[in-house]
């Protein structure tokens, strides 16, 4: 009969067990856990991201030394000043007093139009202020990680179109030093509202349509753009539905209607008017309706006659070259059949293109992801299209961007 050990022998300096690892660190439990929530296109285009922040914020820098905002100044204004511009003050003055001063029903506005903004970055921005106490920091936080959830969408997007990893770097590379890409490190919406819909149009990609219409609902909140995105979801959803009979996530696509209903309410309740917003767009903007050649025939004038100075010249030649620039996309989408992607680009494109004269239409370019997954692609099968793009952004983002920076008119 064999004798069964009650437990282990005692250890001998000869035989002593071997010692147990170490648990991992905070640190290396963090790069374990974002390794699997990133691959390695993720990680590319956060590390594009990061490079081209700096290059920004270096401009910011520069430009307040170089364009001080009193003449003959001999020390720099505060660095966060070079970003508090334009419509920023609009969503601070919304976060920080809301949008009436008077009570419910008595109609009264503070006089700045600032009705035509959606609360969903301002609310978002309040809520941040309360632990960043300085709004501005609050607001260039919101955009710094949103641009960072929008960036890893846009490359995943663009792997999913493409189903080729350089086309994801690629695309990520172009949209971050596109002329316009300052409003990405302002505390403007265009951030928050990619940081929405590029993972609504992923979801959608994927047949995920509850979560598509949820980030929808969301992104609708921030911009009125994103009913235009829940239209390209109802066009994508009836070619799902063609394929693999997808009827029962129809009732999704009422989701985004949601926060227009809501806000229109709440601005019917001041004022009498469920589109007070959109009155306010006519005040402020000019963006009463007009035929699409006249509203060509307008900007052509502002841009090339002398109505306007040299300044806001420049910026309607850049609205008119946005708007071919948005035509000839249009025109591939469609000759592509990429009915989904034209449905948002067309809107977009008529809701911009038959105000009065074209305002904002270069830096609406931001939401144009198929231009950016499209030009990644073309420089794929054409390896020069992209030290054309880089040589001929590369000046005008600058440009852009010190524009913007030192206080002048950049849309």
């Given at each position: 009969m064999s004798l069964m050990p009650l437990g282990p022998a005692p250890a001998t300096r000869e035989h002593a067990p071997a010692p147990e690892p170490a648990s991992p660190g905070w640190a290396a439990r963090c790069r374990r856990r974002a390794a699997r929530l990133l691959d390695r296109g993720d990680r590319e285009a956060l590390w594009l991201y990061l490079l081209t922040r700096i290059s920004l914020w270096g401009t910011a820098y520069c430009t307040r030394?170089?364009?001080?905002?009193?003449?003959?100044?001999?020390?720099?204004?505060?660095?966060?000043?070079?970003?508090?511009?334009?419509?920023?003050?609009?969503?601070?003055?919304?976060?920080?007093d809301g949008y009436f001063p008077g009570p419910m029903g008595s109609g009264a506005t503070y006089g700045d139009n600032r009705e035509a903004f959606f609360p969903g970055f301002p609310m978002l921005l309040r809520a941040v202020h309360t632990v960043v106490p300085h709004w501005t920091a609050a607001g260039l936080l919101i955009s710094l990680v949103a641009g960072a959830v929008a960036v890893v969408a846009l490359g995943r997007t663009a792997r999913w179109y493409t189903a080729h990893a350089e086309a994801g770097r690629r695309t990520v590379l172009f949209f971050l030093v596109s002329p316009c890409a300052v409003f990405l490190v302002a505390g403007y919406t265009e951030a928050l509202f990619l940081a929405l819909a590029l993972p609504a149009w992923l979801a959608a990609l994927r047949h995920h349509w509850a979560l598509a219409a949820l980030?929808?609902?969301?992104?609708?909140?921030?911009?009125?753009?994103?009913?235009?995105?829940?239209?390209?979801?109802?066009?994508?959803?009836?070619?799902?539905?063609?394929?693999?009979?997808?009827?029962?996530?129809?009732?999704?696509l009422a989701l985004p209607a949601a926060p227009l209903l809501l806000y229109g309410g709440y601005l019917a309740a001041h004022t009498g008017d469920w589109t007070a917003w959109k009155h306010a767009q006519e005040r402020g903007w000019y963006r009463t309706f007009h035929l699409p050649w006249d509203a060509w025939s307008a900007t052509w004038e502002a841009a090339f006659g002398d109505r306007?100075?040299?300044?806001?010249?420049?910026?309607?030649?850049?609205?008119?070259?946005?708007?071919?620039?948005?035509?000839?996309?249009?025109?591939?989408?469609a000759r592509r059949r990429l009915w989904p992607e034209a449905a948002y680009l067309g809107l977009t494109l008529a809701a911009l293109g038959t105000s009065y004269?074209?305002?904002?239409?270069?830096?609406?370019?931001?939401?144009?992801w198929p231009l950016w997954v499209g030009l990644a692609a073309l420089s794929l099968r054409r390896p020069r299209v992209k030290a054309v793009y880089l040589c001929l952004?590369?000046?005008?983002?600058?440009?852009?961007?010190?524009?913007?920076?030192?206080?002048?008119?950049?849309?």
């Amino acid at each position: 009969m064999s004798l069964m050990p009650l437990g282990p022998a005692p250890a001998t300096r000869e035989h002593a067990p071997a010692p147990e690892p170490a648990s991992p660190g905070w640190a290396a439990r963090c790069r374990r856990r974002a390794a699997r929530l990133l691959d390695r296109g993720d990680r590319e285009a956060l590390w594009l991201y990061l490079l081209t922040r700096i290059s920004l914020w270096g401009t910011a820098y520069c430009t307040r030394l170089l364009f001080p905002d009193r003449p003959g100044a001999r020390e720099p204004a505060p660095l966060l000043t070079a970003f508090e511009r334009w419509d920023w003050h609009h969503y601070l003055h919304i976060a920080r007093d809301g949008y009436f001063p008077g009570p419910m029903g008595s109609g009264a506005t503070y006089g700045d139009n600032r009705e035509a903004f959606f609360p969903g970055f301002p609310m978002l921005l309040r809520a941040v202020h309360t632990v960043v106490p300085h709004w501005t920091a609050a607001g260039l936080l919101i955009s710094l990680v949103a641009g960072a959830v929008a960036v890893v969408a846009l490359g995943r997007t663009a792997r999913w179109y493409t189903a080729h990893a350089e086309a994801g770097r690629r695309t990520v590379l172009f949209f971050l030093v596109s002329p316009c890409a300052v409003f990405l490190v302002a505390g403007y919406t265009e951030a928050l509202f990619l940081a929405l819909a590029l993972p609504a149009w992923l979801a959608a990609l994927r047949h995920h349509w509850a979560l598509a219409a949820l980030l929808t609902a969301l992104a609708t909140t921030v911009r009125v753009s994103g009913l235009f995105l829940a239209a390209a979801l109802a066009v994508h959803l009836v070619a799902a539905t063609r394929a693999g009979g997808r009827l029962r996530a129809l009732p999704w696509l009422a989701l985004p209607a949601a926060p227009l209903l809501l806000y229109g309410g709440y601005l019917a309740a001041h004022t009498g008017d469920w589109t007070a917003w959109k009155h306010a767009q006519e005040r402020g903007w000019y963006r009463t309706f007009h035929l699409p050649w006249d509203a060509w025939s307008a900007t052509w004038e502002a841009a090339f006659g002398d109505r306007h100075p040299t300044g806001y010249a420049l910026m309607f030649q850049a609205e008119l070259l946005a708007m071919v620039v948005g035509i000839v996309l249009l025109c591939v989408l469609a000759r592509r059949r990429l009915w989904p992607e034209a449905a948002y680009l067309g809107l977009t494109l008529a809701a911009l293109g038959t105000s009065y004269w074209y305002m904002s239409l270069p830096r609406s370019t931001l939401l144009w992801w198929p231009l950016w997954v499209g030009l990644a692609a073309l420089s794929l099968r054409r390896p020069r299209v992209k030290a054309v793009y880089l040589c001929l952004a590369g000046p005008l983002t600058t440009i852009l961007a010190v524009t913007f920076l030192s206080g002048r008119w950049a849309g």
